[in-house]
């Protein structure tokens, strides 16, 4: 990733208007900012939300509240909690996310 073109800024997270997007089951709420090539969120996963894809964009996941549960596709499973993070790039490992509990996370991608 590279960040170029970018002036120093703050942002307020409770002012950036929410989106919905539904899993297979729960919803996810984002929280979106875009610099250049660069996707800034706060994600809120509704408790039990089950993804409703396998996802391959690379991220930079920071898990703030709540836990989230994350399966590769190879099988291997990994449970956040906060203070923890993931990182994956683009196209590595084909990924997927639940939250049976709800989760609040940070992700730049």
Not at 46 to 64: M, N, P, Q, R, T
Not at 81 to 104: L, N, T
Request: net charge negative; charged share 30%; proline share 3%.
């Amino acid at each position: 990733m590279r960040m170029q073109d970018i002036p120093f800024g703050t942002t307020d997270w409770s002012q950036v208007e929410r989106t919905e997007h539904k899993g297979d089951l729960g919803t996810a709420l984002w929280r979106t900012r875009v610099f250049g090539d660069i996707r800034v969120r706060v994600v809120e996963y509704s408790a039990g939300y089950v993804a409703d894809h396998w996802c391959e964009k690379g991220h930079i996941l920071f898990c703030l509240e709540g836990e989230l549960h994350t399966e590769l596709q190879d099988g291997r499973r990994f449970v956040l909690k906060p203070g923890m993070s993931y990182q994956v790039a683009d196209g590595a490992e084909s990924h997927r996310s639940r939250a049976p509990g709800g989760a609040k996370l940070f992700i730049v991608d």
